[in-house]
């Protein structure tokens, strides 16, 4: 019975991430607020288009909670729970950051549409995988301060920790798995896809690029 006690606690842990990584931040605090964040900007529930709409505190606050709904799922339920429940420290963290990213991106609350999953990916894979993490956050504001447009520094910082995981991996580093170097590939591919439209803008000429407004003297 042990596979079968793996098999459904690993599904429990799954739906518990899932659970907590659907909560849709975004679109509350735009409740929050009277709006419906969906109907303005780039029309998406992440912290970007919350600081677009309603200010830079409000966007942090969205992409710090986004952040702690995929943190926390690993640390409590995968790191945590999952222990005792026939699932493991590793594989526990791999299937919780899987949940909360999976349930950022396809909400059940918002008829499967969510956010691009950057911010709540971070989250996940800090709790899994440290120094891909710092990594894809130096990537990123590079790539940001360089281009100084927001959707290119995410696929930047996504590719990048994908990539420093298959390097640690390959280079025999004793804190990387393949299990792990897999999911970040697949976060990786599955962000880039949720910014085909980014992309396309991209291609146009037409994504926003932030600019630094100087004060009036």
């Not at 607020?33 to 606050?61: C, E, M, P, Q, Y």
């Not at 963290?93 to 949940?99: E, F, Q, R, S, V």
């Amino acid at each position: 019975m042990p596979l079968m006690n793996f098999v459904s606690s690993g599904v429990v842990v799954f739906l518990l991430s899932y659970m907590v990584g659907s909560i849709p931040c975004g679109f509350l605090i735009g409740k929050f607020n009277g709006l419906d964040i969906r109907r303005h900007g780039s029309r998406n529930i992440g912290a970007t288009n919350v600081r677009r709409t309603l200010g830079k505190d409000w966007g942090l606050i969205c992409f710090v909670l986004d952040f702690l709904k995929g943190l926390l799922p690993v640390v409590v339920i995968g790191h945590g729970l999952a222990v005792n429940w026939h699932v493991g420290f590793g594989w526990g963290g791999i299937l919780a950051a899987t949940g909360a990213v999976i349930g950022h991106v396809f909400p059940c609350w918002l008829n499967f549409h969510g956010g691009k999953g950057v911010a709540t990916s971070l989250g996940a894979v800090l709790g899994v995988a440290f120094w891909p993490v710092l990594i894809g956050g130096l990537v990123w504001l590079v790539a940001f301060f360089t281009v100084r447009i927001v959707s290119i520094a995410s696929m930047a910082a996504v590719v990048g920790m994908a990539v420093s995981s298959l390097v640690m991996l390959l280079a025999g580093a004793r804190s990387m798995h393949w299990s792990i170097s897999l999911l970040l590939f697949a976060i990786a591919a599955l962000i880039v896809i949720r910014h085909k439209e980014n992309i396309t803008r991209i291609r146009e000429g037409r994504e926003h690029v932030f600019v630094k407004i100087k004060p009036r003297k």
